[in-house]
């Protein structure tokens, strides 16, 4: 079993850049799926990215296809979410996630989040 714990988080201008840390403990980040989601407040849970257990391969959400990037320090047994070109709309606050499958649902483990709050 894997406990997720994200930092990052914070207050920042619309157009600037905030990158989220997720450090993984009990197994390695290598071992699952990882992805980040996100919650607005009166909103679903929505998916944001993804990246496979080798690292090669990634997905992301349409709205922030180009903006976001995720990566994966195996060493440090971490995975970011760089994200650029914030938007008011990306407000939420942001979970990661860690599963069997490379999809935008149905993961099995959750860190418990950081808010993510873009003043417009």
């Known amino acids: 079993q894997v406990q997720l714990m994200e930092s990052g988080g914070g207050l920042v201008q619309a157009g600037g850049s905030l990158r989220l840390s997720c450090a993984a403990s009990?197994?390695?980040?290598?071992?699952?799926?990882m992805a980040w989601f996100r919650q607005a407040p009166g909103k679903e849970r929505e998916f944001v990215a993804a990246?496979?257990?080798?690292?090669?391969?990634?997905i992301y959400a349409e709205s922030v296809k180009g903006r976001f990037t995720i990566s994966r320090d195996i060493t440090k047994n971490t995975v970011y979410l760089q994200m650029n070109s914030l938007k008011f709309e990306d407000t939420a606050v942001y979970y990661c996630?860690?599963?069997?499958?490379?999809?935008?649902?149905?993961?099995?483990?959750w860190g418990q989040g950081t808010q993510v709050t873009v003043s417009s």
């Open positions: 009990g197994r390695t980040v290598s071992s699952y799926v």
């Open positions: 990246i496979s257990r080798s690292g090669g391969s990634t």
């Open positions: 996630a860690a599963g069997a499958l490379m999809v935008t649902s149905r993961y099995d483990y």
